[in-house]
């Protein structure tokens, strides 16, 4: 099973961009999804979540800017992000919890991350 993330980009600060996530492998059932971003020297933080009854959850930091959703049957999960502002800047990456035709349960499956840059 693999997240592969794109969208990432540089942009300035009242832009959008859209970061795309998109699962592949002998994927059984999809979970909650969500994105996280990592600034240089900080850590990683959850951006917004959404479970697979399409409940949301954002972070304070991107309420009312930034918008999660997901489609089951391609195996995405999406990031609409608009205002963007310059510490927006960061490494995103998408997060899902899956579960597999070939094995037991379901685990944490991270993506590489894709960088986002806003410019003041």
């Known amino acids: 099973v693999q997240l592969q993330a794109s969208g990432g980009g540089l942009v300035q600060a009242g832009g959008s961009l859209r970061l795309s996530c998109v699962a592949s492998?002998?994927?059984?059932?999809?979970?909650?999804m969500a994105w996280y971003r990592q600034a240089p020297g900080k850590q990683r933080e959850l951006v917004a979540s959404i479970s697979n009854r399409f409940s949301t959850h954002y972070a304070d930091a991107v309420k009312g800017r930034f918008t999660i959703s997901r489609d089951n049957a391609k195996k995405t999960v999406d990031l609409q992000m608009n205002s963007l502002k310059p510490e927006d800047t960061a490494v995103y990456f998408c997060n899902a919890i899956l579960s597999r035709y070939d094995s037991i349960g379901s685990r944490n499956y991270w993506g590489q991350g894709t960088l986002v840059t806003v410019s003041s």
């Open positions: 492998g002998s994927i059984l059932s999809m979970y909650d």
